[in-house]
């Protein structure tokens, strides 16, 4: 058992080495406007995708604890954060009113047929992304702790500094 | 086991093989893989008699997911295995296969899918196929979906084929077709004013073969549907009505009554306030491709619960389920963030919310049976105005969370819960409640939650959870302590203890201690557990399964890529 898990952590590993870019989905604005995740991701610097749901409580306890960070990596650093919920069609109406009661201030999606999610690959969220500026996914995580945002403040100021993520 | 681990880890390595010569090409890669085992220990206090205790001793299941895309091309597939499935989940997943496989096509205007796909049509009263890993749900489609954009703003669906039950696919026919216009997009002058206008409407008909002795079937049962969306400003109205024809089934009784359903949402959110006030009802409207079908199986529409979902251990003891049949209810939902830096929110600031939701029957004056013909075809009538006199479900909550300072932040919660076990339970309907109602078996609850979360130094966080649930009814009063500590970004530790001190029975006055240990390395989790878990019920999106009460060591390894 042990070995087969060393083995299937080392392929995973290395395919998680190779850069990849976010396949063409569409996603919805609050507002029902149709959009690329593509067009949605910044090009000058870093990108941070984090999927959500309004039942999801370490989602939400995710980005109420990321959103004093937020605030500073997107003054000094250009980052941008895109917090795309999964909830669906009906939940969705639910999305916009949560988010302005958590006072966050992120860009938000709706991923309401979970394409974008079953597209990347993702079991449950919270699932966290990182993009670089030319859009390549640098680094991944999914679950959160409590902590966990301190690694992802420190993953995007690497980022943007043009390093590879230590964590 | 062994053997299990190997097949996946070769079907694993067959497929890195093929992307890595694909990668060559630019394509991509992405998947998952999930496994879940528990080792079952005989617990004589929980299950006196044995009957929840499974032969196996082990039960072990898991999955791989594959998808693969490149350039306008994609393709995927799910491998799963069940040796046996794990208590709870449904007893159709026995053995092993691939379950789920799509190629799809995909250019500016055109998206075409041929093989398994989910999709939805508005909010799923009409249609809604989809998967829920957790519940065991999975009623994916089985053919071909096309989905255009013919005209800007117009959106185009339409889909063809059947349905998954576990194994094999539902012996019904689904065929459905879906129009969105997006206003704003058409008439850039609403943009320029500020309104964000959509509408939509769709058509499904489902075919089935109808050979019974006694009734004439309807073979061909058509449903339609028509919503809209409308946002200006904060405000943001949605409203959605769906019509059934009629559709005997097993759910309903056989009967021929058409049905129907509607959903009303308002909502308002500005400045750190948000506002939610719903209506729904619905009549009739459990809609199947096989009328036979029953629990979760081949499910066609969607009917979402319109309360709130509890996460806390104890009030998620008394979830509510969607009573498909008919139900009525409303929900009210406020959230404030109150500003940092004022007297009221601290230095931090103070997030307040208060939520209250009620679900009863809809009026029903059931047809008298001595009257044979009327009562096949017609069962009851409803009065759309009148209100339901059964109670099946009420919810009053409010939350306070407070960051106090760096190191410490709270939230306080109090609910007040009422739970219709006969319905929600045991499934009970409301005919013979309204016969019998004093029969009824009913749950009042009041609950506190306390949480906790304190921070020892950078990266080494210590949470916990008192949570207290008192009432007279069904198992009594309990309380739990929880404690969990985390060091970022790798491990996580937790202990947690039910005391159910307020059952009547005093035997079963029992302890419910429960231990994980969880390791996090990137997308990779495995997490290991061991102790007692009692009866409930489990709980997505209105969905609900009944978990038995086990004893046990469990794992869990996930990984995506």
């Excluded at chain 1, 709706?110 to 966290?128: A, S």
């Excluded at chain 1, 992304?129 to 690694?151: F, I, R």
């Excluded at chain 2, 009063?477 to 790798?490: D, W």
Aim: charged share 20%.
């Amino acid at each position: 058992m042990k070995n087969i898990l060393t083995a299937l952590t080392l392929l995973f590993a290395g395919l998680s080495l190779q850069a990849q870019v976010l396949p063409s989905t569409t996603l919805k604005t609050l507002e029902g406007k149709q959009i690329d995740i593509k067009d949605a991701i910044s090009t000058e610097g870093p990108t941070v995708i984090s999927f959500w749901a309004t039942w999801c409580k370490p989602c939400i306890k995710e980005l109420t604890a990321f959103s004093d960070y937020a605030i500073d990596l997107e003054d000094e650093f250009g980052a941008k954060v895109l917090a795309v919920s999964i909830d669906d069609t009906r939940n969705s109406a639910r999305v916009a009113p949560l988010v302005q009661g958590q006072g966050w201030d992120y860009t938000v999606l709706l991923d309401e047929n979970q394409d974008l999610k079953r597209n990347l690959g993702i079991v449950n969220v919270p699932f966290t992304l990182v993009l670089n500026s030319a859009g390549e996914v640098v680094w991944k995580h999914s679950g959160y702790s409590p902590g966990d945002e301190e690694t992802l403040a420190e993953v995007v100021k690497e980022v943007a500094a043009g390093k590879t993520p230590s964590h | 086991m062994n053997k299990f681990s190997l097949s996946l880890l070769a079907v694993l390595v067959g497929f890195t093989a093929v992307a890595q010569s694909q990668e060559t090409f630019g394509g991509q890669l992405h998947g998952n893989f999930q496994l879940d085992g528990q080792l079952y220990l005989r617990d004589e206090a929980i299950d006196p008699s044995g009957e929840f205790f499974p032969d196996e001793r082990f039960l072990g299941q898991g999955y791989a997911n594959f998808v693969y895309t490149q350039g306008d091309f994609s393709g995927g597939l799910r491998y799963e295995n069940y040796q046996n499935v794990m208590l709870g989940f449904p007893e159709g997943y026995r053995g092993e296969g691939i379950t789920y496989r799509y190629l799809q096509f995909k250019q500016d205007n055109l998206d075409v899918t041929v093989g398994s796909f989910y999709e939805q049509f508005g909010s799923g009263m009409v249609f809604r196929s989809y998967e829920e890993r957790g519940l065991g749900y999975d009623n994916a489609m089985d053919g071909v979906r096309v989905k255009a954009n013919p005209a800007k703003g117009l959106y185009l669906k339409g889909v063809l084929g059947r349905q998954r039950f576990y194994f094999e696919k539902s012996p019904g026919i689904v065929r459905g077709l879906d129009a969105e216009y997006n206003l704003t997009e058409f008439m850039p002058k609403l943009d320029s004013l500020g309104y964000r206008w959509t509408i939509g409407g769709s058509f499904l008909s489902k075919y089935q073969r109808g050979n019974d002795p006694f009734l004439v079937l309807p073979e061909n049962v058509a449903t339609g549907g028509i919503r809209t969306q409308f946002t200006k400003g904060p405000w943001a109205v949605q409203a959605e009505y769906a019509y059934k024809a009629n559709d005997p089934s097993s759910d309903n009784g056989y009967i021929y009554k058409d049905g129907n359903g509607i959903i009303v949402n308002l909502t308002y959110s500005k400045n750190g306030l948000g506002l939610i006030a719903g209506a729904k009802r619905i009549d009739n409207m459990s809609f199947r491709s096989d009328r036979n079908g029953s629990t979760i199986d081949m499910l066609i529409n969607y009917l979402s619960p319109t309360t709130q979902v509890h996460t806390y251990a104890l009030p998620a003891l008394y979830q509510y389920a969607t009573q498909i049949n008919g139900e009525e209810g409303i929900q009210l939902e406020a959230n404030y963030k109150i500003k940092r830096k004022t007297k009221l929110g601290g230095k931090y600031g103070t997030l307040i919310s208060a939520n209250y939701s009620v679900v009863q029957s809809i009026d029903k004056q059931f047809v008298d049976p001595s009257n044979d013909t009327l009562r096949t075809l017609q069962g009851y009538t409803s009065d759309p105005l009148a209100r339901g006199d059964i109670p099946y479900f009420h919810d009053f909550n409010f939350k306070v969370s407070r960051k106090v300072n760096k190191r410490f932040k709270y939230t306080a919660s109090y609910l007040n819960l009422f739970y219709n076990r006969s319905v929600l339970e045991d499934g009970l309907g409301d005919e013979a409640i309204q016969i019998n109602p004093s029969n009824q078996k009913l749950l009042n609850a009041n609950i506190l939650v306390f949480e906790g979360l304190y921070k020892i130094k950078s990266k080494h966080y210590l949470r916990g959870e008192a949570q207290s649930l008192r009432t007279q009814d069904d198992r009594g009063s309990m309380a739990m302590m929880l404690l969990e500590y985390s060091v970022a970004p790798h491990w996580f530790f937790s202990v947690q203890d039910i005391y159910n001190y307020g059952n009547p029975d005093a035997d079963q006055r029992l302890h419910y201690p429960l231990a994980s240990v969880i390791y996090t390395a990137g997308t990779s989790r495995f997490q290991l557990s061991y102790g007692r878990q009692q009866r409930g019920i489990f709980c997505v999106g209105g969905v609900c399964r009944v978990v038995p009460p086990s004893n046990g060591v469990s794992f869990s390894l996930t990984t995506s890529f």
